[in-house]
């Protein structure tokens, strides 16, 4: 009887965080939601660092490549949903104006940043041998600069 109480009480109290899960995320602020993003993009960035050191030969990880790449490829997916509407302004952000008044022009380098993304991590995860790897690893670096380019004003 008291371990069906305990399972009672644990479920009461997964189903009402649950219930107020909902309600958090509802209540996104702009700033928050630009903190967010940005600390994607900075994951994005980190992981990019990282196979650019092993690629180098300044980092001898070889097997790491996968873990970098598929981070980025996960990273990817999550690209348009960092850029609600509501998060155009509300805080300091580098991102312009124009993602939103352009908004199926970035919706296609979204999508060119998650097809380079999930093609270098096929191509690691594959065995793909150095070359290969490098191109894909170009590749991703391009579909980045294709957005950042219109879309991510310059650094103060």
């Not at 993009?41 to 598929?70: C, F, T, W, Y």
């Not at 199926?104 to 380098?109: I, M, T």
């Amino acid at each position: 009887m008291r371990r069906f109480a305990s399972f009672v009480a644990a479920t009461v109290a997964v189903a009402t965080l649950a219930a107020g899960a909902g309600i958090a995320w509802a209540a996104d602020q702009p700033a928050d939601q630009i903190k967010y993003r940005q600390a994607v993009m900075r994951a994005v960035g980190g992981h990019m660092g990282a196979i650019g050191a092993i690629m180098k030969g300044e980092i001898s990880q070889p097997d790491h490549l996968s873990g970098h790449a598929n981070s980025i490829a996960a990273m990817a997916e999550l690209a348009v949903d960092v850029f609600p509407p509501s998060s155009a302004s509300g805080a300091e952000t580098r991102a312009k104006a124009e993602i939103w008044t352009d908004w199926d022009d970035f919706l296609g380098k979204a999508e060119a940043f998650r097809a380079a993304s999930a093609n270098l991590a096929s191509v690691v995860d594959g065995g793909g041998d150095r070359a290969a790897i490098a191109a894909a690893f170009g590749d991703l670096g391009k579909s980045c600069g294709g957005c950042h380019r219109p879309y991510r004003a310059e650094a103060n």
